[in-house]
């Protein structure tokens, strides 16, 4: 089996690698800059640098292909101009090689939850356009699946943090209190939050992607218990041996910020998810995989804070 990560310089994709690599699983890298890179990663990994936009390129890199994830992302300003065409070139490849692909989802394309913990029937009845367009992505590669082209799985995560999660909200947050600076949390402080490690997220997909039971099906890998992000922030300044000392930042201060920060302005479409509870049903999933453990937050604030610390990148060495 040929395990093919599209994505695999990303945080997601990354991770994938690295448990692929721990399981002793075939894998092809695919990245669009090769140059820091390849001392991420192992000898074993197949390195294939290609731009997915372009089909023809796509479609040979899935050669051989088994399991293809596709965990290709990029500023949500280029969204609606980028992820419909890599899509469209990775089920291409998918198709002629006959392999499963995991779509890593998240909650965008449900809106502000209508029902807590949200199962995976909920309603797909977004408004924000990225929301939206998420859904026009899923709907394609589902309707593919439907029509018996291509084997399809959808893992939905809320938000990750862990190593090589560098976003705006995660990155600050680490970053800050290892530096003993403030750190800002969008939206309200007192709301529950679903949150799960980025490795435990990227065993998640392997598990689906290896299961066929699981092919055709949304499903939800909620993480441990959800927190608030006053309770999320205590916990990363406590492990990091530093005074908490934490905000909250709202629209009015993130429309200032994204004056000059076109991603701190593709936020505020989604500040629902931090002004409301955002918590996930994972029944469906542990029903699968029984003995699936999601790792404690305590230990995975404390891994997280560790690489950020060290700077390792990803490395396996």
């Not at 640098?49 to 479609?59: P, Y």
């Not at 290892?178 to 800002?184: D, F, M, N, Q, T």
């Not at 003995?291 to 490395?315: C, D, M, P, Y």
């Amino acid at each position: 089996m040929t395990h093919i990560v599209f994505g695999a310089a990303g945080a997601l994709g990354s991770a994938i690698v690295r448990a692929l690599v721990t399981d002793n699983k075939t894998v092809r890298a695919i990245v669009r800059n090769a140059k820091n890179i390849k001392q991420n990663f192992p000898d074993s990994v197949e390195i294939c640098e290609l731009d997915a936009l372009n089909q023809r390129d796509v479609i040979e890199a899935c050669r051989e292909a088994s399991i293809i994830y596709h965990c290709i992302n990029v500023p949500y300003h280029r969204w609606a101009e980028v992820m419909p065409v890599v899509t469209e070139n990775i089920l291409a490849g998918a198709m002629l090689t006959n392999a499963c692909v995991v779509f890593p989802g998240n909650v965008y394309g449900y809106g502000p939850l209508q029902t807590i913990p949200a199962v995976e029937t909920h309603p797909l009845a977004a408004k924000s356009r990225k929301g939206e367009l998420r859904n026009q992505l899923e709907s394609r590669l589902m309707n593919a699946h439907r029509e018996g082209a291509v084997q399809v799985v959808i893992p939905r995560f809320p938000d990750y943090y862990g190593p090589n999660v560098t976003n705006k909200l995660f990155g600050p947050i680490f970053h800050a209190a290892l530096s003993g600076k403030k750190a800002l949390w969008p939206g309200r402080l007192d709301m529950p939050h679903s949150l799960v490690y980025i490795d435990d997220a990227a065993q998640a997909c392997i598990q689906l992607g290896e299961e066929e039971r699981a092919y055709g099906k949304t499903w939800h890998v909620s993480g441990p218990n959800p927190v608030t992000g006053e309770q999320f922030m205590k916990m990363v300044y406590r492990a990091s041996g530093e005074r908490a000392n934490y905000g909250k930042i709202g629209k009015g201060l993130l429309r200032l910020v994204g004056i000059g920060s076109p991603e701190a302005r593709e936020l505020i479409e989604l500040m629902y998810e931090f002004e409301e509870p955002l918590v996930l049903d994972g029944e469906r999933f542990r029903g699968l995989f029984p003995s699936f453990t999601f790792t404690s937050h305590e230990e995975a604030i404390q891994k997280t804070l560790q690489w950020f610390q060290n700077r390792s990148v990803g490395s396996f060495r």
